[in-house]
């Protein structure tokens, strides 16, 4: 089941340029880099599907485990490209011993490739169907796509706060494991393999928890409130937050990471049932038979 998304809101967050990748997005890249053991394919090229986002500190790891492969780095817009380049663009001495890096938007016309990169990303597209589909297109046969985003136990705890407000909800639903894996055979992968783990991040202050969550993205629900929220909003938010305190004495955000690992099936002709041939081929066979 499709969980909507503001799709407005959600091209707004997707071409901000932000001055780095959020700490939670370079984690869950670096466990799902770990992954990467379990798969014997060497790409020769491979997708960096907008590290901006999904996590910018990841990439060294992931050409030091291809060192031979080419890297199409890719975003959404003109300006996120020349960010990233500004951030990952290699050293001069650096990029005579390493495979080209190039740096494009995300509709750039390249030749499919080997593997597709995306962490962190899925979860806040309108359409994600269509999402999928583009990636199946940027991939070879046989070609390898490894993705992540957030489940719907993600926040769990925020939303229960905003409930008892009677505020609608401070995040969009976020889709289970489960209709990912059918969406990527919807869309013409092969072979999904889909994982999920909890992370919790502590806090000192309610405070730094929000400005944590401002990195990590905005409230893309459709319902959400539309105006801007005054000075006692914000202080009845606080006052719900320090009620949360745990045992320890800190604040807990729970995030529930999913993991997905598919394979770009190889397409088949399609054999009919019967076979048809024209009287006039039945004659000229006929007349060479004899």
């Not at 960010?83 to 499919?112: C, N, T, V, Y």
């Not at 869309?187 to 944590?212: A, K, N």
């Amino acid at each position: 089941m499709l969980a909507p998304i503001d799709p407005i809101a959600a091209q707004h967050w997707a071409s901000r340029v932000p001055p780095q990748s959020p700490w939670l997005h370079e984690e869950v890249a670096r466990r799902m880099e770990e992954r990467l053991a379990l798969i014997k394919l060497q790409p020769a090229q491979w997708i960096h599907w907008n590290p901006l986002h999904g996590g910018m500190q990841i990439h060294a790891a992931l050409a030091q485990r291809y060192p031979k492969a080419e890297c199409h780095i890719l975003h959404p817009s003109p300006a996120q490209t020349r960010a990233a380049q500004s951030h990952m663009a290699l050293p001069w001495w650096k990029g005579l011993l390493r495979p080209k890096q190039h740096f494009a938007e995300l509709d750039a016309p390249i030749s499919p490739t080997d593997m597709l990169w995306a962490n962190m990303v899925l979860h806040g597209e309108s359409d994600p169907q269509a999402l999928i589909g583009k990636w199946l297109q940027r991939l070879r046969p046989d070609g390898f796509l490894m993705f992540s985003g957030l489940g719907p136990n993600t926040l769990l705890s925020l939303r229960k706060i905003y409930q008892g407000l009677g505020w609608p909800s401070p995040t969009q639903s976020f889709i289970d494991m489960h209709d990912w894996g059918d969406m990527l055979v919807q869309g013409g992968f092969s072979d999904p393999v889909m994982d999920m783990e909890r992370i919790t991040l502590t806090f000192q202050t309610p405070e730094r928890l929000l400005v944590e969550l401002r990195e990590l993205g905005r409230n893309l629900y459709p319902q959400r409130f539309a105006g801007l929220r005054g000075r006692g909003w914000h202080r009845d938010l606080l006052a719900a937050l320090h009620q949360t305190k745990n045992a320890d004495g800190v604040f807990t955000l729970n995030f529930e990471i999913i993991y997905g690992h598919a394979v770009r099936g190889v397409q088949r002709m399609k054999v009919s049932d019967e076979s048809r041939i024209s009287l006039d081929d039945m004659r000229a066979a006929l007349q060479r038979n004899r």
